[in-house]
């Protein structure tokens, strides 16, 4: 019995640190916690006055944004409310079977995911030159690293 609950309380521990159980440390939304990979997208949007992107650039990655941003986040959210689901069901005595169910659920998810991402970096890397990517992955490295 005291193996089962301390499963269970190292599972939900576990859980809550690899997906990061959507709140942050002060209590805000953390959804930066369950990204898998860099938001190269993100610095972009927020850093953009820096690359001096042509009008033909800012076209192209709002394009990729508006067709890929939603797909990304709505599987974030899957894995939420899987990860609850996960919660719920180890207070409830899951078994280590049934949680490597949830896990196998939201690794799909991450690895989905991941191929989005490095998607977005390559096509970022055909329409960026250079200097602008450079400008990206030093934005990232010193803002969200």
């Known amino acids: 019995m005291k193996l089962n609950?301390?499963?269970?309380?190292?599972?939900?521990?576990?859980?809550?640190?690899?997906?990061?159980?959507?709140?942050?440390?002060?209590?805000?939304?953390?959804?930066?916690?369950?990204?898998?990979?860099?938001?190269?997208?993100?610095?972009?949007k927020l850093h953009g006055d820096q690359l001096n992107l042509t009008d033909e650039q800012s076209r192209q990655l709002a394009a990729w944004h508006d067709k890929n941003h939603a797909v990304v986040h709505s599987k974030l959210d899957e894995i939420q409310a899987i990860n609850r689901e996960m919660q719920h069901a180890v207070i409830d005595g899951a078994n280590r079977a049934l949680i490597n169910g949830y896990i196998a659920r939201m690794d799909a998810l991450r690895d989905e995911i991941v191929s989005t991402k490095l998607q977005c970096r390559n096509n970022m890397r055909e329409i960026l030159n250079d200097q602008q990517w450079q400008t990206v992955t030093r934005l990232y490295r010193e803002k969200f690293m």
């Open 5 to 44: 609950i301390l499963f269970a309380a190292t599972m939900l521990a576990t859980s809550c640190l690899a997906v990061g159980g959507g709140m942050g440390v002060d209590g805000t939304n953390s959804r930066a916690a369950q990204q898998p990979m860099p938001s190269l997208m993100r610095t972009v």
